[in-house]
């Protein structure tokens, strides 16, 4: 009898936690229509408090230039794709961060090259499937995913 | 206008940078451009002045509207809460509701701007007449006419008198029907307008105050050549001007007060205040003359209740001493005097200022009037007819029961 109640709740257990591993919603869309251009606080915080995201700017300044002394980055601009993956630049940055979010954290899924010396004037745009990263300055146009680039075109207006 | 003006190019320049930076546009910047160019709009509405300037910016909204409508998806959820659509009915609301603002106010500174000219011309007309009547005035008091050329004089003393208080009547008139009429809330665009392009001459502020000046003047130097009716003219006059002050003194004082708003009240409340000390104790004074002369005496009186509680206590009085004379015919001389003076007078000559200037009003004095009818019934004395009918009658009697007793 002992042992059939201990059975009883062994099993309840499992059937319980295997429930919950397998309880999940597919085709979540996490996509941003529009980029959010962020002005970093004095200690390199940005907030972006529609899409309600914080973090710090200095580790990415870092990556770029080597220094996080103090913060050089203007404005931030920053899009989140349909998987859910952010991607992060700035002016001057030669790279574009493909973020996934973790646990109270960003972790790096890749980094783009997308300029030798430097984007003047990068911006964000969602164009499903792929995000678009346009130098306004350059008008030079790259469609990115969180993979890398997905195609490079150049178009001078 | 300046400003508006700097808006509206304001407004073209964001249309025409978002024209030229098309080409390689983030959706960011679109949303930039059109947040930019809507409050342009906005700042160009709400700084609008004139009918012109409302419809520009009517025909810009249009415009914006069909420059940015392809990005309406993205605008939508960029400017959540509100929405594209949202944003242009905000836009064409605010500008219907200036545009209908500005349509009173331009109809309302059209009616100021032709009153402007009436206060010239009131100036200047009252100028004339004031110079006139103390002109007069003086010559009375040096006057070593004959007694037939200074009743000349003071005839035309007085006519001058009267005819420059009504054209004070007229004016304060226009001045009511005017000002009364404006809406409270574009009183401030109108005091902008007006700071501006109002010189003293059509400054209503300074024509009122001269007006008080000249009035208290006029009362200081004590003319015995006035009469009753015209002292009662002079306070109704005054009553009057107080009355439109009080009602759109405000108003006046918003749209043409300037730095001085205070300064312009205090004078003329206290140029107000003086002239109605003086019009209430001559107009007085002169009443309780003229009944003096009258032989009518109801009493002592100073102001409008004393009046009426001296007039109904007399009449009240002088009706209960009839109701025991039958024969004697001193009450009825007395009602006769009384009631001539208030038929001719009050009900008639004086009526008009009497009931401008709150003297008596129209029940007290429907209330007299009933009092005096029954004073009239109760002292009218029996006919010297009847009296020889009753005598005659009495005397068939006795030679009747005379006769009688003989046969």
């Known amino acids: 009898m002992k042992t059939s109640r201990w059975f ?27 980029e959010s251009v962020l002005v970093p606080t004095y200690d390199g915080t940005v907030t972006d408090a529609r899409y309600a995201i914080s973090f710090n700017i200095l580790p990415f300044q870092y990556q770029e230039m080597k220094d996080s002394s103090s913060v050089k980055v203007e404005k931030v601009r920053l899009i989140r794709n349909q998987r859910g993956y952010y991607f992060i630049t700035a002016n001057g940055f030669s790279n574009v961060y493909v973020m996934e979010p973790i646990d109270s954290g960003l972790r790096l899924k890749e980094r783009i090259a997308v300029s030798e010396t430097g984007l003047e004037a990068p911006a964000f745009n969602l164009r499903h499937p792929y995000i678009q990263l346009i130098d306004t300055k350059t008008s030079k146009i790259i469609s990115l995913n969180e993979k890398g680039i997905n195609k490079k075109e150049e178009r001078e207006s | 206008m300046k400003n508006s003006i700097k808006y509206i190019a ?3 320049i964001a249309f025409l940078s978002v024209q030229a930076g098309s080409a390689q546009q983030s959706d960011y910047q679109i949303k930039e451009e059109f947040e930019a160019s809507y409050a342009a709009i906005i700042q160009g509405i709400e700084a609008s002045s004139s009918i012109a300037d409302i419809d520009s910016l009517i025909g810009g909204i249009e415009r914006f509207r069909s420059r940015f409508i392809n990005h309406y998806k993205m605008l939508d959820y960029a400017l959540y809460p509100e929405s594209f659509d949202s944003k242009i009915a905000t836009l064409k609301s605010n500008a219907r509701s200036t545009e209908h603002k500005l349509l009173i106010i331009e109809n309302q500174a059209e009616r100021l701007s032709l009153l402007s000219d009436e206060v010239t011309r009131f100036k200047s007309e ?26 000349e004089l003071v005839t035309r003393y007085r006519k001058s008198v009267e005819q420059r208080d009504q054209f ?27 700071a501006k392009t109002v010189s003293s001459e059509e ?5 009122i105050n001269s007006m008080l000046t000249e009035n208290i003047e006029s009362a200081k130097a004590k003319s015995n050549v006035l009469t009753t009716e015209d002292y009662l003219r002079i306070y109704a006059l005054q009553h009057k001007v107080q009355n439109v002050w009080n009602n759109i ?28 000390a003086s019009a209430s104790l001559s107009m007085w004074n002169s009443l ?79 209330s007299i009037d009933s009092k005096i009818d029954a ?33």
Do not use: H
């Open chain 1, 8 to 34: 009883f709740l062994v099993l309840a257990a499992f059937v319980f936690t295997s429930a919950c591993k397998t309880f999940k919603v597919e085709n979540v869309n996490y996509a941003q229509q529009v």
């Open chain 2, 10 to 12: 304001a407004l073209l």
């Open chain 2, 126 to 151: 009252l100028a004339k007449l004031n110079l006139k009547s103390d002109s007069l005035r003086k010559a009375i008091a040096m006057s070593e006419e004959s007694e037939r050329k200074l009743s």
């Open chain 2, 168 to 194: 004070i009547f007229d004016m304060i008139d226009s001045l009511l029907i005017t000002y009364d009429s404006i809406v409270p809330g574009s009183i401030n665009e109108l005091a902008k307008n007006r």
């Open chain 2, 203 to 207: 400054n209503p502020l300074v024509i």
């Open chain 2, 249 to 276: 003194g405000d108003k006046l004082l918003a749209i043409y007060g300037g730095n001085d708003k205070s300064r312009w009240n205090q004078q003329i409340s206290s140029n107000l205040r003086d002239w109605k």
């Open chain 2, 288 to 366: 309780d003359s003229f009944l003096e002369i009258k032989n009518v005496d109801i009493g002592a009186f100073d102001n409008n209740s004393s009046f009426f509680t001296a007039l109904d206590n007399f009449v009240t009085e002088a009706t209960k001493g009839s109701n025991g004379a039958i024969l004697g015919n001193n009450t009825y001389e007395d009602f006769k005097t009384f009631s001539e003076f208030w038929t001719t007078k009050v009900l008639d000559d004086w009526n008009e200022y009497i009931v401008e200037a709150d003297v008596l009003t129209t029940s007290q004095i429907a």
């Open chain 2, 375 to 407: 004073w009239g019934d109760a002292s009218k004395p029996l006919s010297l007819g009847i009296v020889f009918l009753i005598g005659f009658g009495i005397l068939a009697f006795i030679v009747l029961i005379v006769a009688l007793i003989m046969k």
